[in-house]
């Protein structure tokens, strides 16, 4: 579900969740908002304040320092989850999660190649267009080699619930963040570990590796969920900038951020749409942007908010709370650059609060130079929707209407058809795809529903498909795989993928390819390829076991649901573990395959 998603996305927080059920942002609310966000001493901290805090500062606080008498009936297990949800992090997860302390820690560091010789997957999409298509001589592995995938080795993430980083395969390495705030780089033929990176907050992007400043030759640039990006040594790990891009208390980066000649394109998201239905909250002001850093500095080239207005007071609720709009519009999939016709897209989310912005739930076109926003196609209207609002006898802070939740949550794909025409293909929560004309200000060439039925509280379509030069490939919450032609959306096929036995059935995990191989991961935990021909499944393997690590980490698998399987070289790397999906798994391995 969404509010699982937003919520604990956070970081997963077993402990807590087997000790009630209340989400830690709604604990935050009823406990500590009245002092924290509406008192009036000089000295009071508010979200934003509290948001720079370290974990392990402010669980001392509640425990042993100034705020123990202001929480006494929160149990022991409800103060460490509130401290891990205002601080981002897991309590001591720095020194549990230092690389430096592995078994396997890489005896030698070699000095990098080049990284345009050796096969890669750098970034979310694969490519600039975010197809996620891997050619053939880049993958190394092709159809009739498929059913002869092997494990070569699995690495045990330390105290993660949730591998939500897609795995980056440059340089012969594997980089990959965790949701313990980790991020980490392995040798990608053995798994060894070079280094490990503590960021902020948990990592949920994909890490994109290009020329580094300094001294440093490449450079490892992701972002957290305290919206922060961070860029460093590839080689060493060592810091080279932070910069956070938005101080918003509920701002976050979700979709990975673009590197493209020395500007890095960074997608801006939130988690105010599950705290906005609380009766104290002043719903809502967070407005979705994308921000232009400088590569070798971190300085900021331009932002574009999504919604160009700036929040204002629109109503008060009977309580007092001053509500706001318009607000919302997050983009939390990595932009998509089209050099033809010098411009940036990226799929916009719904509406917080009313009135509903033209460019919520929207295929948006920004100049890559500017910034500026050169059209924007929206393919859902009025669509304003927070976490937490029933269809009857809704809070006062909930949308008067409202709306169905349909984000766009997978990076729009950027294909050049037959006839020399573009399109941008584009898959929606309601399970709609639609094919956008870049030439034409995002007109509809043509769009398909791909189920007919309701789409499930965390959407139909979420984290994206894949597209060749014929078919765009979709992973379906309810289940399956669909293959759609690219020239008119017509339905190839449907392959409906029953779940492991015991298990729900969903495919909304991002979908991969390459030539004659769609690659799928369900919530069951099973790693599918299907015949792109027919989708027929011509090997499958079930990561929701556990697993003896090179690392010596206990690890297990669980369901996968947001980042999808990467391919170079010969070897398939995938993340197994996600809660956040309905009914998920947690788990904490990085799984290596190659033929065997």
Known sequence: MKLLCVILGVMTIP????????????????????CHETGTTASKLDRKALRKMTSEAIYQSLTTGSMRDQVPDLSGDAKIALAEYLGGKKLGIAEIADARSMPNHCAANPPLGDLAASPAWNGWGGDLSNTRFQPAKAAGLTADQAPRLKLKWAFGFPSATAVQGQPTIALGRVFVGVDTGTVYSLDAASGCVYWSFPAEAAVRTAVSIGPGPGGAKYAAYFGDLKANVFAVDAATGAQLWKVNVDDHPAARI?????????RLYVPVASLEEAMGVQPSYPCCTFRGSVVALDAATGRQIWRTYIIADVPKPTRKTAKGTQLWGPSGGGVWNSPTVDLKRHALYVGTGDAYSEPVGKTTDAIAALDLNSGKLLWAAQDTEGDAWIVGCPENNRPENCPKALGPDYDFGGSPILRELPNGKSVLIGGQKSGMVWAHDPDKKGAVVWKNLLASTPPPASGQIVWGGAADDLNAYYGLATGGVVALQLTNGERRWFAPLDPAAGLRGGHDGAITALPGVVLSGGWDGVLRALAASTGRVLWEFNTAQSFETVNKVTAKGGSMGAPGPTVAGGMVFVGSGNPGVRNGMPGNVLLAFGVE
């Open 15 to 34: 402990v807590w969740a087997q000790a009630q059920q209340t989400p830690p942002a709604v604990v935050f609310e009823q406990a500590c908002a009245r």
């Open 254 to 262: 979700t979709g990975a951020p673009r590197l493209y000649e020395n």
